[in-house]
Every structure is written in structure tokens, then in C-alpha cells.
């Protein structure tokens, strides 16, 4: 299981640190990574990271905004977001594949980040 936590209400410039909790298995072989839905939109990829925390990428509209990291003694991520703009406004949520899987085998339940302008 995943659990999504940290999102709530900023305004445009401001900061949140998300989290995703893992619990139920062993966290450490999975690729992480968040996404988020917008109202109205299709859900988009935000940032991934590799199952040792050793390498990152992110979507072009976060970089340099955005850092994606991973504590796997505490089968914890997180992502700190900073200078927030108001379309980052939706809900976010973590989610983890085997290193092995294309697809994402694990979803959790979404934390809402609005920002106001």
C-alpha cells in the first residue's frame, strides 16, 4: 500500500513537501515516481526516481521547481515542490513498478495541492 500525504492549500510561489508512505512490502526494489491529475485534464507524469535514489528525471514544467528523493529505511518518498504557480494545482499521487515492469503496479490515494494566485 501507498499513502499520499502533505498536499494542501498555497499560494503561488510558496513551498509543500510531499510524502509517500509504503507499507506491506519491501519498499527498496521499486521504481518510484508521482504523478498528478488536474481537474479536467488527463493525469501527467511529475518525477521518477530509481529504486537505490540514484538517479531522477522530471517532466519539463517541474524541473528545476521539483525534487524527487527517497529515504528507504523509512520506505518513505518524498517530493519538494518550491516557487508553486497555480497551474501545479491538482491532485498528486505516488506510485511504484518493479525495476523489471513497465507499468505501475501500486497507486496510492492522491493528495490535493491547490495553489492560489
Known amino acids: 500500500q501507498l499513502q499520499a500525504s502533505g498536499g494542501g492549500l498555497v499560494q503561488a510561489g510558496g513551498s509543500l513537501r510531499l510524502s509517500c508512505a509504503a507499507s506491506g512490502r519491501t519498499f527498496s526494489p521499486y521504481v518510484m515516481s508521482w504523478f498528478r491529475q488536474a481537474p479536467g485534464k488527463e493525469r501527467e507524469f511529475v518525477a521518477t526516481?530509481?529504486?537505490?535514489?540514484?538517479?531522477?528525471n522530471y517532466a519539463d514544467s517541474v524541473k528545476g521547481r521539483f525534487t524527487i528523493a527517497r529515504d528507504n529505511a523509512k520506505s518513505t518518498m518524498y517530493l519538494q515542490m518550491n516557487s508553486l504557480k497555480p497551474e501545479d494545482t491538482a491532485v498528486y499521487y505516488c506510485?511504484?513498478?518493479?525495476?523489471?515492469?513497465?507499468?505501475?503496479?501500486?497507486w496510492g490515494q492522491g493528495t490535493l495541492v491547490t495553489v492560489s494566485s
Open positions: 526516481i530509481t529504486s537505490s535514489g540514484g538517479s531522477t
Open positions: 506510485a511504484a513498478r518493479r525495476v523489471t515492469s513497465i507499468e505501475y503496479n501500486y
